[in-house]
Antibody, heavy 121, light 110 residues
């Protein structure tokens, strides 16, 4: 059974770059599936940030596209998220997840437990 | 790309059925049969309850069912139980390999 685990700094300063990693076990990320990042800001709903296909193709939320980079590291079986020029609005619990099938339907079946990132000086 | 519209809250008594609506536009819910629903208990990871409008992942109770009419999708929970109390989010494919979540609905079991 696939397992996902987010990791990264819990505190990031405004204007800096937020960097998170999602370690995957139980499945090779280069084999198949779409792998995504979703976040939830305090008191708000879920927001899709972006996804990466096992081939390395990436897809981003248009509202975040200019600041977001998602990439695969197949040697470590993990994928990462970078959000540049962060502000307090980027404070959120960040989740990594895997879709239920090999085509993108935005049906994320497997999730990490989430990691809280606070943007503050 | 605007968030899909859901009622802020829905409540029901144990054993009753409730329905949560999710209204989008012609560019998302109305254009694709790719609506999913998530159950989210605070402090835990979201759980996929319905995908592709009507499909249930393995292990999800058949008390949960999905449907769609035009630009509005719906999640129905029948035989409401205390454990169903949570936040529920819809999500839709919105074209060009992008997706959008709903505003979320808090379900309260009275």
């Amino acid at each position: 059974q696939v397992q996902l685990q987010e990791s990264g700094p819990g505190l990031v300063k405004p204007s800096e770059t937020l960097s998170l990693t999602c370690a995957v076990s139980g499945y090779s990320i280069s084999s198949d599936y779409y792998w995504g990042w979703i976040r939830q800001s305090p008191g708000k709903g879920l927001e899709w940030i972006g996804s990466v296909y096992h081939s390395g193709s990436t897809y981003y939320n248009p509202s975040l596209k200019s600041r977001v980079t998602i990439s695969l590291d197949t040697s470590k079986n993990q994928f990462s998220l970078k959000v540049s020029s962060v502000t307090a609005a980027d404070t959120a619990v960040y989740y990594c997840a895997r879709e239920i099938s090999d085509r993108t339907t935005f049906s994320f079946e497997s999730w990490g437990q989430g990691t809280l990132v606070i943007v503050s000086s | 790309q605007s968030a899909l519209t859901q009622p802020a809250s829905v409540s029901g008594s144990p054993g009753q059925s409730i329905t949560i609506s999710c209204t989008g536009a012609g560019s998302d819910v109305g254009s694709y049969n790719l609506v999913s629903w998530y159950q989210h208990h605070p402090g835990k990871a979201p759980k996929l309850m319905i995908y592709e409008v009507i499909k249930r992942p393995s292990g999800v109770s058949n008390r949960f069912s999905g449907s769609k009419s035009g630009s509005t999708a719906s999640l129905t929970i029948s035989g409401l139980q205390a454990e169903d109390e949570a936040d529920y989010y819809c999500c839709s494919y919105a074209g060009s390999s992008t997706g959008v979540f709903g505003t979320g609905t808090k379900v309260t079991v009275l």
